[in-house]
């Protein structure tokens, strides 16, 4: 059907993305009207502070897993050990992790607004454990996701249109996401060892701990990113009511369905094509990205303009009247979709890829602290709709600093004849036939 593996892939995570926004869309006007804003700030509020622990398993290891085996796919050897190091790993890091959790408990209601919704997203932690994604992305073959995210999605909105009947069944709705991520995952690592004959050998500890340090740099700017995001919420619910909490994780939720469908497949996608792109010279790289920027900009302008326009639509339209407060919001964060795929282009595809993972580090640093003074500022004087300003600011505080270093390290990934219309036509038909 596809000329090349990197088509083939965005489309299958597209499929994958779509399935599982599609199903939550679903149910969203459903759920939002029988648990209304205040259900929606428990769950959001829970959610983002078990994200922290998520980031903390998953490490930098779907970038540095994906690009070791990408550029070694076939060396079975080092494959394999790979694969067992991540594994291993990440098991080490759980186990830190249910400590930390533990000690979370005496804050009480500073981290948990719901004692069993917390409780069940982090037993959902073992997904993420078992989470196969960087063998599938580096052998580029993602199409068995497409299918079972399709089949996952199509039971969970079952279950909850079936369970979730009063204000007080909104912990159904992690329950049944953990239960399908613990059991989907752990089947998609065992086929993925089956298909690609990877063997699962101890590893010793000091091995263990010298990748983690080894990777610490890329780890940490993820968590710096993740936490930028998530903060947002957490300091929010410092200075607002749980109601208005989850009127701006509404459209922080809705932006994150724009993104999940058309900015993760992509991203995704391409990091091993470009990885594999560098291992044979900066030069080939460095022009494959040329080509892919204005592809970026273009694409994700238009879905920002069209974000920002058809907002108070689709906001009133998915989650009622109720919500009409998120609809600023998420007109102020429209563009966002424009700054991720601008800063993803430049940070992990270009800088990574070149080898700059402490500056990497040091730019998502600089961004964290601002963003920590800012959004304190911002909330407690402007509530969500600072929150919301703070995201912007700090996107292109981020952009521009990414633009100002690579100026610097004399790296040029703008070519401004590219930006024609006619010559982006030309280059997406170019790398889309583009063949490994």
């Given at each position: 059907m596809f000329k090349n593996k990197v088509l083939e892939n965005i489309f299958s995570l597209g499929i994958s993305q779509i399935a599982s926004v599609a199903f939550p869309l679903i149910t969203m006007p459903y759920v939002s009207r029988i648990i209304g804003p205040e259900g929606y700030g428990i769950l959001n509020y829970s959610t983002a502070f078990i994200g922290y622990f998520t980031l903390f398993i998953l490490y930098s290891f779907d970038l540095s897993g994906t690009k070791i085996i990408s550029r070694n796919i076939n060396d079975k050897v080092l494959v394999s050990q790979a694969f067992s190091e991540v594994l291993y790993s990440?098991?080490?890091?759980?186990?830190?992790?249910?400590?930390?959790?533990?000690?979370?408990?005496?804050?009480?209601?500073?981290?948990?607004?719901?004692?069993?919704?917390?409780?069940?997203?982090?037993?959902?932690?073992?997904?993420?454990?078992?989470?196969?994604?960087?063998?599938?992305?580096?052998f580029q073959d993602l199409k068995l996701f497409s299918k079972i995210n399709v089949i996952r999605g199509l039971i969970n909105m079952i279950l909850i249109f079936l369970f979730v009947k009063t204000k007080q069944d909104y912990f159904y709705i992690p329950l049944f996401a953990t239960i399908f991520n613990v059991i989907i995952n752990i089947g998609l690592l065992l086929h993925a060892k089956k298909k690609f004959s990877l063997q699962l050998t101890r590893q010793p500890l000091n091995k263990l701990f010298n990748l983690i340090f080894t990777d610490r740099f890329i780890f940490i700017s993820n968590v710096l990113g993740a936490?930028?995001?998530?903060?947002?919420?957490?300091?929010?619910?410092?200075?607002?009511?749980?109601?208005?909490?989850?009127?701006?994780?509404?459209?922080?939720?809705?932006?994150?369905?724009?993104v999940n469908v058309l900015f993760i497949p992509i991203s995704t996608a391409i990091y091993p094509f470009i990885s594999n792109a560098f291992s044979k010279s900066h030069e080939v790289g460095n022009d494959i990205v040329k080509k892919i920027v204005p592809i970026t900009v273009y694409f994700y302008f238009i879905t920002s303009f069209c974000l920002l326009v058809f907002s108070p639509f689709l906001i009133m339209l998915i989650f009622g009247n109720k919500f009409?407060?998120?609809?600023?919001?998420?007109?102020?964060?429209s563009f966002a979709p424009l700054t991720i795929g601008l800063s993803n282009l430049l940070g992990v595809q270009v800088l990574l890829n070149y080898h700059f993972d402490k500056l990497y580090f040091r730019i998502n640093?600089?961004?964290?602290?601002?963003?920590?003074?800012?959004?304190f500022y911002l909330s407690k004087n402007f509530g969500y709709y600072g929150a919301a300003w703070n995201i912007v600011f700090v996107d292109i505080m981020i952009i521009t600093l990414y633009f100002i270093y690579l100026k610097k390290l004399k790296i040029n990934i703008?070519?401004?004849?590219?930006?024609?219309?006619?010559?982006?036509?030309?280059?997406?038909?170019s790398l889309a036939s583009f063949k490994k």
């Open positions: 990440r098991c080490i890091l759980y186990v830190i992790c249910c400590v930390l959790f533990i000690i979370s408990f005496f804050f009480g209601k500073v981290f948990h607004k719901d004692y069993l919704v917390s409780i069940i997203l982090f037993i959902g932690l073992l997904s993420s454990v078992f989470s196969p994604q960087f063998i599938y992305q580096s936490f930028r995001a998530t903060t947002n919420t957490i300091i929010l619910g410092f200075f607002v009511t749980t109601k208005e909490i989850g009127y701006f994780t509404t459209s922080i939720n809705f932006l994150f369905v724009v009409d407060e998120s609809i600023k919001i998420l007109q102020i964060i640093l600089y961004s964290t602290i601002i963003t920590l003074i800012l959004n703008i070519d401004w004849n590219y930006f024609n219309p006619k010559i982006v036509k030309a280059n997406l038909f």
